[in-house]
């Protein structure tokens, strides 16, 4: 296979006798002629044929000169081929994969996942999530950030309020990690800057078009900052890089799902909690749904960004370890960033002093022998810092314009699914 050309690089070939290898994305016999298009990974190309073709979802290597042809994909087709079979389905798809639209509901897709995403609508979300990664990791790596792989079993549930999965380690009860947090604050004493790409566990019982059992986290932490606004700034590239490396890496991607890719101001607008709640007419201690939506059409209107930071949430809406705002008593140095109507990063200014996590907890009235583990990293000296945590699927959902995140997700794990 070292002499196999991908079917986007045949029109660089023409005239040459060339080896394809793919899968039958469709059969078209006629009386004259037949047709195989061939789907590889990186596009589909046209067979001219004659005799009885191997049907749909075939394995097949092809070898045979490349041709101009107006009406084929990429303007030129395959002549006068050699034919082999691979390997053949044993069952027909659940449907025709061919078909421009897709012909089937949410349910049927995600039951057939491991066939169902050869689609080329299907896979293309998949196509931007893996885009979206790259440029994650391009842009902190080019800011002095070194990646980090953290356990996603631990020994206590007390992270967050939100439900955690329990399990049997070896006769001792533990957990599902449902983020990152404790273990990227201390590596920020071993490298200053670091981030995360990794999988996430919420045991939260929504049964919703948005919420996920696990998730990819998008997490970053970095010291020596002054406040969250720093977080933010080093924000705004992660997401302008997240966005470019998608431009360029999918690009195919985007044009077959119509994806419009947002702009990302040279500074991100930004408004305070506070400012949040009279535009609002709002006194709630957190933004409801309804709220962000309002929100992000009023920042489109006001400062043409579909891009909204809303800082200085209240302090009893923020976990334990989140910075209070010095100046605004009851008010913290965290943020959200809202995209297209909805929360879709999570972030702040934590503490950094062992005293101030001690009087954090005793505030909450939180006793703190379960956070010794955690807390060992404060007290051998830590400076400030601050991170964010970004949702892959939701990010991909409310890129493409998806209405459901399991379309953006290759096997959802929800309240209802646990297979494929």
Known sequence: MISRVMTAELAEHAGQRVTIAGWV??????????FLVVRDRTGLAQVVAGGDLPGE???VQITGTVAAASQAPGGVELVKPEIEVLAEPGAPP???LYRPVVPAALPTILDHAPVALRHPLLRAPLEISAASVAGFRETLDRLGFIEIHTPKIVASATESGANVF?????????????SPQFYKQAMVGVFERVYEVGPVFRAEPHDTVRHLAQYTSLDAELGFVADHRDVMAVLRDVVAGMLESVRHRAASAVSSLGVALPAVPAEIPAIHFTEAQRLTSSDEPD???????WLSEWAVREHGSEFLFVTGYPM?????YTHPDPLRPGHSNGFDLLFRGLELVTGGQRLHAYEDY?????ERGEPVEPYEGYLQAFRYGMPPHGGFALGLERWTARLTGAANIRQTTAFPRDLHRLSP
């Open 25 to 34: 994305h469709r059969r078209r016999q006629l009386k004259s002629v037949s």
């Open 57 to 59: 979802e075939n394995v």
């Open 94 to 96: 659940p449907f025709d």
């Open 166 to 178: 329990g399990i049997d380690y070896f006769g001792r009860p533990a957990y599902l990690a449902q």
């Open 287 to 293: 933004l409801a749904p309804a709220q962000e939506r």
């Open 316 to 320: 009893a809406k923020r976990p334990f």
């Open 358 to 362: 001690l009087a954090a907890l005793g």
